[in-house]
């Protein structure tokens, strides 16, 4: 084990591997901070390119825009209100109103340093936790998948703010999206009125540059005048290294976040970052003495989504080197960059590959330190970015999320969804009908869908199913705990306000 281990680590720390590690990390930092572009999508393109590297040397590249990827996502949702990545939905929630206020410094310095955090502690729970949770997550099949999803989906009321008629209105209207295509059992096309471009269903980031980015530059449009922007948040801008106080502030949040990503993260077949900052977000609205905070540039709101999303990294990987089954799409892709260097991914990885998974553990851990240093000294460039008059601001961004739906199949049919959801989410907004909501429900439902039909073809149509397996039951427990919990905490406070008034 020890000349494994210090194989692993002369491999990973060579100046080689530290290289192309930061390479992938810059990268993956500025595609992820271009709405439309993925981590996924990166990864894909540069596997082939591995081919002829060493198997560490392209692992620790890949992995370096992993980790950047996530990270960026975060940029342009707390400047734009558009989050580069799925990821990032919730960060611009608290984050933009922070740069609204002229501290988006600070917001991205929290960004860093919770993305940081979360995917350090995350790397530790792959390497200690792996051998514990795996046996876990063997257990989790349709069902218990179907619950995860149930879960997140009543966490509604947490996006739906004021009026939780007009947010589940909202998530429906998602769901139904989420239907349009090929039906994923039977194959035949669903509400896609012979549009050939609809049999694969909407695209996720077209519809998401529509519903959360198109809007914003509506209003800006509505607004614009020939002058620049308020320089004065460039001139506030004191410093981005996040302060002390803040970061005794989001500890705990930090490390409940990390604990969603990873528990998230290890279940197959999951939405990854996508699902665990969403979940993350929504429980510490939950546990929070100052909930009507979020969404007006809470810096919890910030640290909960980021901390998610990157311990997520560490949570897909245990699957993936423990059992050969991918956590996400992203790991999906690091499967054919194994196979390319003849390594087979599972529980015989240990024993024939130890260095290459200590090499994975080093590099992982080397990408998210280049991620807080080239973070942190890339702030104030990216910050200075908002400092642009609109006349100029507005085209360049506007050409960047053409560029992000076109490329996700290099089809114009994704500009024209990008732009018939950008007019749907600014008529929402302007009925006072939440966006986020309906985002939620296009991302869990696919998997509702999927999960649901699946058990029901396991249990030959037996509802019973959903209440009779150990962790589907835990699992109403916790759903029943997130809808009237707080309710009656709520309902207990107002009984102890009037005893006491009284």
Request: with cysteine; aromatic share 8%.
């Amino acid at each position: 084990m020890s000349a494994a281990l210090l194989s692993g680590l002369s491999q990973a720390l060579s100046l080689e591997a530290l290289l192309m590690t930061l390479i992938g990390v810059v990268a993956g930092i500025t595609v992820g901070a271009i709405p439309g572009l993925t981590a996924t999508m990166a990864v894909a393109v540069l596997v082939p390119f591995t081919f002829n590297m060493d198997a560490v040397l392209g692992l620790a590249m890949l992995l370096g825009i992993y980790v950047g990827g996530i990270y960026g996502g975060s940029i342009s949702a707390i400047l734009l209100r558009i989050p580069g990545t799925p990821s990032s939905i919730m960060t611009a929630r608290d984050g933009y109103p922070l740069t609204q206020k002229g501290e988006a410094g600070r917001a991205i310095g929290i960004s860093t340093f919770s993305s940081f955090s979360g995917g350090t502690l995350g790397i530790i729970a792959l390497m200690i936790a792996a051998p514990l949770i795996t046996p876990i997550s063997l257990k989790f099949s349709a069902p218990e998948l179907f619950m995860v999803a149930l879960w997140g989906l009543s966490c509604l009321a947490d996006v739906s703010g004021k009026n939780l008629v007009i947010g589940l209105i909202s998530a429906a209207l998602g769901i139904l999206l989420g239907t349009v295509g090929m039906d994923p059992l039977v194959g035949a096309p669903r509400l896609t009125f012979g549009v050939s471009e609809l049999f694969s269903g909407f695209e996720f980031v077209p519809v998401m540059i529509g519903l959360l980015g198109l809007p914003e530059i509506f209003r800006q449009i509505a607004s614009m005048e020939k002058t620049k922007l308020d320089t004065s948040i460039i001139q506030k801008l004191k410093r981005v290294i996040p302060t002390w106080a803040d970061i005794v502030r989001i500890k705990a949040t930090i490390l409940r976040g990390t604990l969603i990503g990873l528990w998230v993260g290890v279940l197959p077949g999951s939405t990854g970052g996508n699902m665990s900052s969403i979940m993350a977000y929504n429980y510490e609205v939950k546990v929070s003495k100052e909930k009507e905070k979020f969404g007006t540039g809470h810096i919890e709101g910030i640290a909960a989504s980021e901390s998610a999303n990157n311990a997520c990294v560490g949570g897909n990987l245990i699957p993936l080197l423990t059992l050969g089954i991918p956590g996400d799409s992203v790991t999906a892709i690091l499967i054919g960059a194994f196979m390319i260097h003849n390594i087979q991914p599972g529980p015989m990885l240990y024993r024939n590959n130890p260095e290459i998974v200590y090499a994975i553990y080093a590099s992982l851990w080397v990408a998210h330190l280049f991620m807080l240093i080239v973070g942190l000294f890339a702030a104030r460039i990216f910050v200075r970015a908002i400092s642009i008059s609109k006349v100029q601001l507005i085209p360049m961004i506007l050409v960047l999320m053409i560029a992000g739906a076109y490329s996700v199949n290099n089809n114009f049919f994704d500009v024209i969804v990008m732009l018939v959801f950008g007019v749907i989410g600014y008529m929402m907004e302007n009925i006072d009908m939440p966006v986020a909501p309906m985002v939620l429900g296009l991302v869990l439902g696919p998997i509702v869908e999927v999960n649901l039909r699946t058990a029901l073809v396991m249990s030959k149509g037996d509802f019973s199913i959903f209440f009779t397996r150990p962790i589907c039951v835990a699992f109403w427990v916790l759903i029943a705990l997130t809808l009237l919990g707080p309710r009656i905490a709520d309902f207990l406070k107002r009984k102890r306000m009037q005893a006491m008034a009284g």
